[in-house]
């Protein structure tokens, strides 16, 4: 055998062994991806916010934890941007099943849960502070059990933050708001809200906001800072009145029908991931807050901060509202002001 013939069989059986050596490392990989239990339950979460929000990204960060504490046996589907229906859509199949999780705000929820409407009258709260103090406590506590009546286990609390006044022309005083024309959600609350304070409330589609402050339309709308700024409102409304009228918490819910086949271990540890998530979300917030204030201000948007007693007379011009959606509930009402 020539010395070429003797190398080109080295070289043919290195190329062999090689060959194999990557086969069966393959066939390994592939033995032990087979050997991974697949998932004992696979359930959807409906989240109507995109996908880098603060409350969608708080939403996977609880199917993270409960793939990871369940060692997979658990997992859970986050669809983002409505795609499994509005928020009155998802409830509805809530209640029978077809979504096991969600989340939803108390203005949307209290539709099908009245007891709810208390937590989303104006001027409830202080502060941030004030509103985490009173649902992290026995109140809290109270509200989030009560849609399990209506088919609904409450999970967490979610932040959305506060709502405020934002306009074409300064608002500093309750008399600054006489005859002014004011966009409004599709919220009766709200409406009335406008209403007792002196001005009139117009009720407007999201989208045509913008519009609606540069025409004149309206002179003034109300909501949170990364809505104000995300949607360039802060462009044509310069002035943004920190009255903070309505902290609207959002609440993590499981079907009932879904909850009560589960083990009671797994509803603990899926309580525990929601309430760690719940954590995680309000840090979220936090920082987008900050961060959508900061690009408005920069833009040259005017902060006023109304005095505590300037804030008291807000509120007192609640009273009509408070009697008419709290009835009966005026003692928790109360109660949760003075917490």
Known sequence: MSKETRILIICILTALTATLAVTFAACRYLQVRSKAPAPEYIFFYAENQAADYPTTLGAQYFADLAYERT???????????????????????????????????????????????????????????????VLDGEIGDDFRNKPESYGL??????????????????????????????????????????????????????????????????????????????MGHYKVAKYYTLDEHTRVPELQLASKVIWDTLSEADRQI????????????????????????????????????????????????????????CGEDMDILNQIMEY
């Not at 949307?108 to 409830?124: G, I, K, T």
């Not at 300064?170 to 406008?194: F, H, T, W």
Request: aromatic share 10%; charged share 25%; with cysteine.
């Open 71 to 133: 060692q997979g046996r658990i997992k859970i589907l986050v669809k983002h941007s409505a795609e499994l229906g509005s928020e009155s859509e998802v409830l509805q199949q809530m209640s029978y099943g077809g979504i096991a999780f969600a989340r939803v705000s108390i203005s949307q929820l209290a539709e099908y849960v009245p007891e709810m409407n208390v937590l989303q009258m104006p001027y409830l709260y202080d502060s941030s502070e004030h509103m985490w103090r």
């Open 153 to 230: 286990v409450g999970l967490s609390w979610y932040d959305a933050g506060a709502r405020n006044f934002y306009s074409t022309k300064p608002i500093e005083k309750l008399e600054d708001l006489e005859g002014m024309n004011i966009r409004v959600q599709e919220s009766e609350v709200m409406a009335d809200m406008i209403s007792a304070l002196g001005a009139n409330p117009a009720k407007i589609v999201y989208s045509e906001v913008y519009s609606a402050l540069e025409q004149g339309i309206v002179e003034a709308a109300e909501n949170n800072w990364p809505s104000y700024e995300s």
């Open 270 to 325: 899926l309580m525990d991931c929601a309430k760690e998530s719940s954590l995680y979300e309000r840090q979220l917030w936090s920082e987008r807050e900050k961060s959508s204030r900061k690009i408005a201000q920069a833009a040259g948007v005017t902060t006023i901060n109304l005095s505590l007693s300037e804030k008291q007379r807000f509120r007192e011009a609640m009273s009509s509202v408070y009697s008419k959606y």
